[in-house]
């Protein structure tokens, strides 16, 4: 791992922010040194198109993050035509020449322009496989970790996490669908389409409860609410458990919100990478009250943090 480098190319005006945030996590994976950002690993008082150079050529990936104002960007520096160089175009130029694998990382709805609107020397960028990075709080942490992956496979060196661990049970709720089951004993039932011997299972019929939490973000709902136990098991052996909300009649199951009491008025929130809502990506949209977590968080003013 300490000799994969990964370089990222990016303009400022299309996505500094989120590139940022893809590079911090990146970072946290492969190490500091191993990722390349031109603002944290070019020193004051070099000259940035060597270091730029060189950095990218000792790279073995290279990262094209493609904004909503991506190809607008291109296309005004080639109208402009001033004589300066488009450093973007000639990092992506560099790295079909010195044959660097190359992944389109595209946020959100941006998408990869048409070969012919591209200048001919990267006219090959939309031939090769990307990924989509979804830059809300919630979906974030779950593309870039797959993203993590995409890299690690082409480099040869992802490997598939042991069975039966919590690693391996993220591997399966990040990369698979769980499908929903007909029901046994009223329970829903999601079975990872993967690895059939794990599942989850929303306890319906469950007396039991947890009344340690705090309800009212579930009063911008019509009720009755509760809570019910969700089982992940594997080969019918419970192994992790946890408890969801039911909102709209046991129409909806969504994770316990985190309350934060720092302000004047509370703040509800999600952890982005709990479990919980890892599950809530299977597990809630097999409902059609709302598309998505995020349309529901929003509805209920929960936020998504880090």
């Known amino acids: 791992m300490d000799t994969m480098k990964i370089f990222i190319s990016y303009r400022r005006s299309d996505s500094q922010h989120t590139t940022n945030r ?4 990146l970072k946290r994976h492969f190490g500091e040194k191993n990722v ?6 070019f020193p004051l008082g070099n000259d940035f198109r060597k270091d730029i150079m060189r950095e990218l050529t000792s790279s073995d990936v290279v990262l094209v993050i493609i904004g909503n ?5 291109l296309k005004q520096r080639q ?31 941006a998408f990869i322009p048409r070969k012919d609107s591209l200048p001919t020397t990267i006219q090959e960028l939309p031939n090769r496989n990307g990924i989509n990075i979804k830059t809300n709080s ?6 870039v970790r797959r993203l993590i992956q995409k890299i690690e496979q082409v480099m040869s060196v992802f490997v598939v ?25 009223a329970n829903q039932i999601y079975l990872c389409e993967q690895d059939t011997t794990y599942s989850i299972v929303v306890d319906i019929l469950s007396e039991e409860r947890e009344d340690n939490y705090t309800s009212e973000w579930v009063d911008h709902f019509v009720g009755p609410h509760r809570t019910y136990p969700v089982y992940i098991k594997q080969d019918a052996q419970i192994i992790d458990k946890t408890y969801f909300v039911s909102v709209w009649g046991a129409k909806y199951f969504v994770p316990i919100a985190s309350i934060d009491e720092t302000s004047d008025q509370p703040i509800y929130f999600w952890d982005v990478h709990s479990i919980e809502l890892q599950l809530a990506r299977h597990i809630a949209k097999f409902h059609t009250l709302y598309r998505n977590i995020e349309e529901f968080a929003a509805h209920a003013e929960i936020e998504f943090r880090e």
């Open 36 to 41: 390349i950002l031109d603002i944290d690993n």
């Open 79 to 109: 109208d402009i035509n001033d004589g300066s160089t488009d450093w973007v175009l000639r990092e992506i130029e560099t790295a079909f020449r010195e044959q660097k694998i190359i992944i389109p990382v595209m946020l959100d709805n």
């Open 161 to 185: 996490p042991q069975r039966g661990t919590k690693e391996y049970l993220s591997y399966l709720l990040l990369n698979f669908d769980w499908n929903i089951q007909a029901p046994q004993d």
């Open 22 to 25: 893809i590079a911090k996590t």
């Open 138 to 143: 919630y979906r974030f942490d779950e593309t």
């Open 69 to 73: 104002e991506w190809e607008s960007s």
